[in-house]
């Protein structure tokens, strides 16, 4: 069963605007990843949170990571067209592998 | 430094008949995972390789099986291919053994008919 689960939102925004997006996950976790896909491409990785940090940021991305409710978000801050993408969270069990358990991805389209 | 390479990009292939697949990781990894992506089931965790062994499968019968050589390169074979097989096939290495960022290649296509 999938372990990362993203809110299976399509979300459409303008440029220069915020995205948003959220993952939930079920068990206990060593790290959560985010990565983006570009029209059926290779996956190119974003940022990794582990499970005992709350919060990271990467240039304009900022990831929060919530264990207690076992979710975490994904904000792209001023985004832009080459923002255009796939983005699916995946989460590493604590079992010391590099297994990573993938959501369904949320499209996310920036108008120019 | 040369990212993860996998050939052949596309591939059509009739159904019964046996397919491999290749990745080069990047230089210097020596684990390397392969995944299965379609639209309906997303994408599924294949197995993971390290240092030329096993560690990790997924949940894939048994005509799904892969291998890693002495120089960290993976190749996957798919024996009597099914419809059903038509997917993005990725490939990702890692630089350790555990609990690191996976660096992806651009996938190879596989169209089954």
């Known amino acids: 069963s999938q372990q990362g689960e993203e809110d299976p939102q399509a979300l459409s925004i303008q440029e220069g605007e915020n995205a948003t997006m959220n993952c939930s996950y079920k068990t206990s976790i060593n790290n959560l990843q985010w990565y983006r896909q570009n029209s059926g491409r290779g996956l190119v990785h974003l940022i990794l949170i582990r499970s005992n940090e709350r919060e990271k940021h990467s240039g304009r991305l900022r990831v929060t990571l919530d264990t207690s409710k076992k979710s975490s978000s994904l904000l792209i801050t001023a985004s832009r067209a080459a923002d255009t993408a796939s983005y699916f969270c995946a989460t590493v069990l604590p079992y010391g592998n590099n297994r990573l358990a993938f959501g369904k991805g949320n499209q996310v389209v920036v108008i120019p | 430094k040369a990212g993860v390479t996998q050939t052949p990009r596309y591939l059509i292939k009739t159904r019964g008949q046996q397919v491999t697949l290749s990745c080069s990781p990047i230089s210097g990894h020596r684990s390397v995972s392969w995944y299965q992506q379609t639209p309906g089931q997303g994408l599924q965790f294949l197995f993971e390789y390290f240092s030329e062994t096993q560690r990790n499968k997924g949940n894939f019968p048994g005509r799904f099986s892969g291998r890693q050589f002495s120089n960290s390169r993976s190749e996957m074979n798919v024996s009597t291919l099914e419809l059903g097989d038509s997917a993005l096939y990725l490939c990702?290495?890692?630089?350790?053994?555990?609990?690191?960022?996976?660096?992806f290649g651009q996938g190879t296509r596989l169209t089954v008919v």
């Open positions: 990702a290495s890692s630089p350790t053994q555990r609990n690191t960022e996976a660096f």
